[in-house]
């Protein structure tokens, strides 16, 4: 694996670089199947129209926004008079291709997307802009041409859950920075965006039932800095820019640890009566919920239910890791009065796998974060029938440095580099859990040291396409040595989104 390490390997004798693969072969995650074909180059011209009859009209809509800025071209969607070039898009998919697939034709003439939803479109149009030159990402007007590469791609994902979470809790992210994250992880073909909305350091969405957990207890953040909060319209606004974005939010409330912030807020939540002070540092597992006290239940109940009204997607993520102040016994206590909680406001409960030692019911998901295999909370979890989210956090973990000299993040489980993040199979990883009990993955991104747009895109870039690659593209696709050169074209792309990334020696940037 050294060889691997060496930044710029793909220099033959002569000493030149390798010339740029066509722009059919770049496309991050790699698609299912790829056939170029030269002769049917299209361009994208003053005279190009979007045509999205029907449902498609949103998505076409997207595409425009795209375009318009760093063309300078109307791209009308759906004009009177159709135009000559245009780039189709329809929902008369091959149903094989599942409800997230596409096939994408590029021809001389005319660009055609098919899918059988509109999931499938908006995957499909994030293929079409990897095919168009970096400059279509900037916000402003570039020069042409705007060659897209002839050929055709038929493309499904392996996973149906591919996520990425923020952390506004430990420092708080508004409302724009979460909309700039999700159109940037749209473009890999992440599906759901899970919120982490409370912790010790604060409790970021509005509880109209328990005003103080946001009047009091967001008021600061790590390092005591002013925190912030969102209003019920704000989480509102959030769900709905993701919605747009195809993309579904999973809201996660922690509990029973991790809630100093609600208990700083309210004094009878807590078992003596006494409430603590808020906390700004990043130590964790010293804050329980009172498990035998009624009030807590009252609380929890009205918290889920207010949680679940807000949100649309089929998950409510209850947290349920580093417990560390709660016994076992108080644990599983806890957690079986809250599961069917979450069971009653019609929402499936997800949580970290340490919530397994509650045996949750059948339709129940764990998500994985350790960074030991064999744990035999998940082979239990597979013999009851739940699902595993893979996010071994020695692999998957978007907060921890990429190595010694990272000035952001942490290391508690190691430094992980892209081809670390790469190099898994989300199939086959967890021991005791076949691919068929693997509901997807996801790439945290936990923000004890994370403040800026700038901080998420420095950590999230590069590795958060190699996680969003390992979740879409089939296990035959996983190639590192492909990977690399397919993602090193990214590079240009985010540079004139105006996006930071982190420059990794490990791979060929163009
Ligand atoms: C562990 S991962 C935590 C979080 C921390 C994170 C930092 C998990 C379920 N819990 O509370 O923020 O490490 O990487």
């Known amino acids: 694996a050294g060889a691997l390490l060496a930044a710029g390997t793909a220099v033959p004798a002569g000493g030149d670089p390798a010339p740029a693969a066509s722009a059919m072969d770049t496309i991050v995650p790699a698609p299912e199947s790829v056939t170029p074909n030269p002769a049917a180059d299209f361009e994208l011209s003053e005279q190009t129209a979007i045509l999205a009859p029907g449902e498609a009209a949103g998505v076409g809509e997207y595409l425009a926004g795209v375009v318009r800025p760093s ?59 990897q095919l168009l030159p970096a400059g279509i990402e900037s916000p402003t007007a570039q020069p042409g041409p705007w060659t897209m590469p002839g050929g055709e791609i038929t493309d499904k994902p392996r996973f149906g859950h591919r996520s990425a979470q923020l952390d506004p809790a430990r420092h708080f992210f508004t409302v724009d920075m979460v909309k700039r994250y999700i159109d940037q992880v749209a473009k890999y073909k992440i599906n759901k965006l899970h919120l982490h909305l409370t912790d010790d350091q ?5 509880i109209n039932s328990w005003p103080r957990l946001t009047e009091f207890g967001a008021q600061t953040e790590v390092g005591g800095t002013p925190g912030g909060f969102y209003t019920q319209q704000d989480y509102a606004e959030i769900v709905d820019y993701a919605a747009s ?57 009205d918290v889920i239910r207010e949680v679940a009204a807000l949100t649309p997607g089929p998950y409510l993520h209850i947290g349920g890791d580093e417990a560390h102040s709660t016994t076992d016994e108080d644990y599983v206590a806890f957690m079986s009065k809250v599961l069917p909680l979450v069971e009653k406001y019609g929402k499936k409960p997800l949580g970290w796998h340490e919530y397994g030692k509650a ?80 509901l997807g993955v996801e790439a945290p991104m936990f923000s004890e040291t994370l403040e800026t747009s700038q901080h998420i895109e420095f950590m999230a870039f590069p590795r958060l396409p190699a996680i969003a690659e390992l979740g879409w593209s089939a296990k035959g696709a996983l190639n590192w040595e492909s990977f690399k050169n397919r993602l090193a074209t990214q590079g240009p792309r985010w540079q004139a989104a105006g996006q930071d990334f982190y420059r990794s020696p490990q791979i060929p940037w163009t």
């Not at 208990?263 to 010293?286: H, K, M, Q, R």
């Open 71 to 129: 063309t300078g071209f109307p791209v009308p969607v759906n004009p009177a008079l159709p135009g000559t070039g245009d780039i189709a898009l329809a929902l008369d998919g091959d149903p094989a291709l599942g409800p997230e697939g596409y096939r994408l034709q590029v021809a001389d003439d005319a660009v055609r997307v098919h899918a059988t939803s509109t999931d499938g479109l908006f995957n499909g149009v994030q293929t079409l802009r």
């Open 202 to 206: 604060g409790w970021r969405l509005q």
């Open 245 to 301: 974005r195809h993309m579904t939010v999973i809201p996660e409330i922690d509990m029973p640890g991790h809630t100093n912030a609600a208990l700083s807020s309210y004094a009878e939540l807590n078992c003596d009566g006494v409430a603590p002070p808020p906390y700004t540092g990043i130590d964790v597992g010293f804050s329980s919920l009172c498990v035998n006290k009624d009030i807590t239940y009252r609380f929890v109940e």
């Open 359 to 438: 045996a949750p019911q059948g339709d129940a998901v764990l998500q994985f974060w350790g960074t030991t295999n064999g744990d035999p909370l998940l082979t239990e979890a597979v013999a009851r029938g739940n699902k595993v989210l893979a996010s071994p956090a020695n692999k998957s973990y978007l907060d921890m440095k990429y190595d010694e000299n990272t000035p952001l993040g942490l290391q508690w489980a190691g430094f992980i580099e892209v081809a670390d993040a790469y190099g898994w199979d989300p199939g086959s990883y967890l021991q005791g859990v076949p691919e068929e009990s693997v």
